[in-house]
């Protein structure tokens, strides 16, 4: 396994699919928040994120199998903001979002972040369950009414 940078080239290693893979599912789980997008919507996404965001790939015998992308922000204090951690459907609960996340924890320590942070919608029970079993605990509870 190996954590590094993304590239341009991991979009044909596997990147698009685990992007893809990640989008229909929040697409499925919350149809009226997130708009249908073509596969080809998608890796325009996909690109624009690659130059423009902070993404680390998990790489698997030369294949991308999952990625976070992350950002600091500095609002009331110094804060690791995660705001996408994706694995590959076939490689979850083997360890390797912990592995995405410690990656981040130790970038977090070296730019002395206070804290990290994240969001994760309701509907996903693995994601949520594997945050509380490595530490995370809940900050605060959003909430919402559809008109």
């Known amino acids: 396994m190996l954590i590094r940078e993304v590239k341009d080239t991991d979009i044909s290693k596997g990147l698009l699919n685990v992007f893809i893979e990640g989008f229909r599912y929040h697409y499925n789980g919350r149809p009226d928040i997130f708009s249908n997008k073509s596969d080809e919507e998608l890796k325009e996404d996909l690109i624009n994120s690659i130059m423009n965001d902070n993404i680390m790939v998990l790489e698997d015998e030369d294949r991308i199998v999952g990625y976070i992308q ?78």
Do not use: P
Request: glycine fraction near 6%.
């Open 70 to 147: 992350y950002e600091i922000r500095e609002k009331h204090a110094k804060t690791m903001w995660v705001d996408q951690l994706v694995i590959d459907k076939q490689c979850q609960k083997k360890g390797y979002g912990k592995l995405l996340l410690d990656k981040v924890i130790e970038l977090a320590k070296q730019e002395n972040c206070e804290r990290i942070e994240l969001e994760c919608w309701a509907f996903n029970d693995n994601a949520v369950g594997m945050y509380n079993h490595i530490g995370f605990s809940e900050q605060r509870v959003k909430l919402e009414k559809k008109l």
